[in-house]
């Protein structure tokens, strides 16, 4: 199958900056996915409490584009919801939600949705809420820390004023022990939302 008919494929996947090679997702990625799906589909016939974690997320779908609802007193109840809101999806991929701060970067401490690795090793995985209340129409990666963030306490010296895509590139990419990514599969990943 030609590279471009691959992409066209997969409904929603975009090779940004080429990150996969044309001939894996040409030839290889439809036999992964394939694979993986099997292996739900599988799972959820040896134990019927369990759904497969695409038919999850596609009964997501009108509870999602709900969005946030209800009325908020202030900055700290809407991260409350935007955190309610995404624990369904965080579970139907197989994470759950543990707020918790990391600080990689001295003097950068983040508040994260996630953390998966070993202590003393780079993460596998952080998920970190880049969400600022009240900035629902501007783009993620231009939302920035605010007091509510940390509990009505201030935004850290190092971090004040900065982007997500600041924070992204500088406390987590920048840090000693940053995630990474590697091609073995096993590698490390930063996801925001």
Known sequence: MPVIQAV????????ENEFYG??????????????????????????????????????LGRKWSMGFQGR???????LISHAQQHQPLLEALGYTLNPQEIELQSGMPLPVWT????????PR??????????????????HTLTPAHYQGMEVPKALRG????????????????????????????????
């Open 72 to 78: 908020f007193k202030d900055d700290q109840e809407r």
């Open 115 to 122: 953390v998966l690795g070993e202590p003393h090793q780079a």
């Open 8 to 15: 066209q494929t997969f409904t929603g996947i975009a090779n």
């Open 162 to 193: 900065m982007s997500w895509l600041e924070i992204v590139s500088e406390a987590l990419l920048g840090a000693d022990l940053a995630p990474r990514w590697d091609d073995e599969n096993s590698g490390h990943s930063i996801e925001w939302n």
């Open 22 to 59: 044309h001939h894996y997702l040409a030839e290889v990625f439809k036999g992964d996915i394939q694979t993986l799906i099997e292996s739900w589909l599988e799972q959820e016939k040896l134990n019927p409490e369990t759904r497969a974690p695409h038919k999850r997320l596609s009964g």
């Open 125 to 142: 995985l952080i998920i970190a809420p880049a969400y600022q209340p009240g900035q629902e129409d501007n783009e993620t990666l231009d």
